[in-house]
């Protein structure tokens, strides 16, 4: 029933550690990203994607006994943390997979794959 | 990690296993007593050729009508569900009705109706129904080929095979390797998940809500049904052996508790096994594996005495393996081998032509097996297989080196039943009677199925009374 499978959307989120921002934003780096770009532009699959600021920069919020409790930081220290997302939509976990892994930072740190329902 | 992890070292039925008597490799003991029954329980005054005939048609056709079914609808559950809800038909209606010509295609045009039955129920989108509607009846399925009621076809329909999309699938690498086992038992073969549960050692909830997680997995993150594009294949590959072999496994050593072994399971691991070959004929790994499991079903007739009692691999009728069987797994190794990149499995069809090829015990070549076994360890570096290698060793070198090598392994290999019956067996042939006993009451106490403790006691009786 593959003519009738609908296009999957999948959320990626892309981690590394932050001290290697400079390895996407210059150089090789850039370049691959750029190329990934394109890719996912020639597939037509890319329906939203974005950078973050450090997670320095970074609030998380809790209420708890009715009370709102911010903290500085994100929900988790550790040593890679999230610097960007994509939202794709593309045909199964395969097609997925071959995108997040040519994204220049799946080299050094991760990118999670997750199904949007 | 479980004990059914450990099948691709484990599984080496030339081991420890076969020296002491023990069928069961992978260490994986299922009482497949009450096999499929769960589905398609033969019912009470159904008349024993009908049930005999739907037990029989739930053994050759449940992974066929539920991969076809997987294959149309898309939906694993339902095709699960619609193919038990086929064979509750046939129980009502063969007796009444008769045995179909072709009970693969009844079963599947069955399953598909009730599927569609259970759509509307839970008002599937009118779209998807009319399509599934349009592809229901008999011989115009979604799937291409590979139907049940066709016979194997030429090498172009059978690399279409369904089961096989469906094994690749379950071996799909975004699932971890119990779930991979796990899915294909389940979806190709009709294991009850009880029937799992006891073969990977754990809780029945467990595994439920393994092949839960599994399924739901395959469903939410879309992963393909389907056989990957040739670049993956050999990555794949290595995970689908994996899972073949632990079925050959089942049914070769899943000698449950009345004597009984589970052919359907080995007929189903060689099938499988045979395809992967044609599917990657440049791969020497899959030619290895079909060459090891064609040497162990070729003695497979003597690994069992007419009682039901263990025969371990020196007390064998060799007159009686299927020596052709043999000759021909000695060619289709020789042919992986010419490629040049052994791989655990040729390795391991190498040690079992060792064993098949020696016409008495006291021909084998035991210090090549040695030797073949140091090559396995630098591809499976793993507390079983160096028990294997340590038997090999007692058998080369006398009881004591490999006693010594037994003791150096031991402790990675606590609560492993072949551990004590290995023991029992050297310190045996070491003349070390009182500890050899001592080590049989242990293997006793752990052993997994009658044929094992027959035979144990069989030989702590010949120690005890002489």
């Known amino acids: 029933m593959d003519t009738m499978s609908p296009p999957i959307r999948y959320l990626l989120l892309i981690s590394a550690d932050e001290e290697r921002e400079p390895d996407i934003a210059d150089g090789d780096g850039r370049r691959r990203f750029d190329a990934w770009m394109a890719d996912l532009e020639r597939r037509g699959v890319l329906r939203a994607h974005e950078g973050l600021h450090p997670s320095r920069t970074a609030t998380t919020v809790r209420v708890r006994d009715g009370d709102v409790l911010r903290t500085d930081g994100p929900f988790m220290e550790t040593k890679d943390q999230i610097g960007g997302f994509a939202v794709i939509e593309c045909a199964d976990l395969d097609e997925a997979v071959e995108i997040a892994a040519g994204h220049p930072a799946a080299r050094f740190g991760q990118v999670e794959i997750r199904p949007l329902r | ?466």
């Open chain 2, 1 to 466: 990690m479980e004990d059914v992890t450990q099948a691709n070292g484990a599984g080496d039925h030339a081991g420890p296993a076969d020296h002491v008597g023990q069928a069961n490799g992978a260490g994986a003991h299922a009482g497949h007593a009450n096999s499929a029954e769960t589905n398609a329980a033969p019912a009470e005054g159904a008349g024993a050729d009908v049930g005999a005939a739907v037990a029989a048609a739930f053994r050759d056709e449940w992974g066929r009508v539920v991969a076809t079914l997987i294959a149309w609808a898309g939906d694993w559950d339902l095709a699960e569900e619609s193919a038990a809800d086929a064979f509750a038909a046939a129980l009502e209606t063969w007796p009444r009705d008769g045995v179909p010509d072709r009970p693969g295609a009844w079963l599947t045009t069955t399953a598909r109706r009730r599927a569609l039955d259970r759509l509307r129920r839970a008002k599937t989108g009118d779209a998807k129904l009319r399509l599934l509607a349009a592809t229901a009846g008999e011989g115009s399925g979604g799937s291409p080929v590979g139907r049940p009621d066709e016979p194997p076809g030429g090498p172009r329909e059978r690399l279409d095979d369904d089961r096989l999309r469906l094994l690749y699938t379950c071996c799909h690498p975004a699932l971890a390797f119990e779930a991979q086992v796990a899915l294909a038992l389940r979806t190709l073969t009709g294991l009850t998940t009880a029937e799992i549960a006891r073969a990977f050692l754990v809780p029945e909830a467990t595994m439920a809500k393994r092949l839960v997680r599994a399924k739901g997995k395959i469903r939410a993150a879309a992963i393909p049904y389907r056989v990957p594009p040739p670049a993956e294949l050999p990555e794949r590959t290595n995970a689908v052996l994996g899972v073949v072999y632990l079925l050959f496994n089942e049914g070769y050593g899943a000698t449950s508790g009345d004597g009984l072994t589970r052919p359907e399971l080995t007929r189903e691991g060689l099938r499988l096994a045979a395809l992967v070959t044609e599917l990657l004929p440049g791969e020497p790994e899959p030619l290895g594996l079909l060459a090891l499991l064609r040497l162990h079903d070729a003695r497979a007739a003597t690994r069992t005495s007419m009682d039901g009692e263990l025969v371990p691999l020196e007390e064998q009728d060799r007159g009686r393996w299927d020596r052709p069987a043999i000759a021909g797994a000695v060619a289709l190794l020789q042919r992986a081998l010419t490629r040049e990149r052994p791989g655990p499995y040729q390795l391991q069809a190498m040690i079992a032509a060792c064993h098949a090829v020696a016409t008495r015990p006291e021909d084998t070549d035991w210090p090549r097996i040695v030797r073949l076994y140091d090559q396995l360890l630098e591809h499976q570096p793993t507390p079983v297989v160096r028990l294997n290698r340590a038997v090999a060793v007692a058998m080369a070198d006398g009881p004591a080196a490999g006693l010594a090598q037994v003791d150096a392994v031991a402790a990675e290999l606590v609560g492993y039943p072949l551990l004590p019956a290995t023991r029992a067996d050297l310190l045996r042939r070491a003349g070390d009677h009182a500890a050899a006993a001592t080590q049989y009451r242990a293997a006793l106490a752990a052993a997994g199925n009658d044929g094992e403790r027959r035979y144990l006691a069989r030989r702590l009786a010949e120690l005890t009374s002489g």
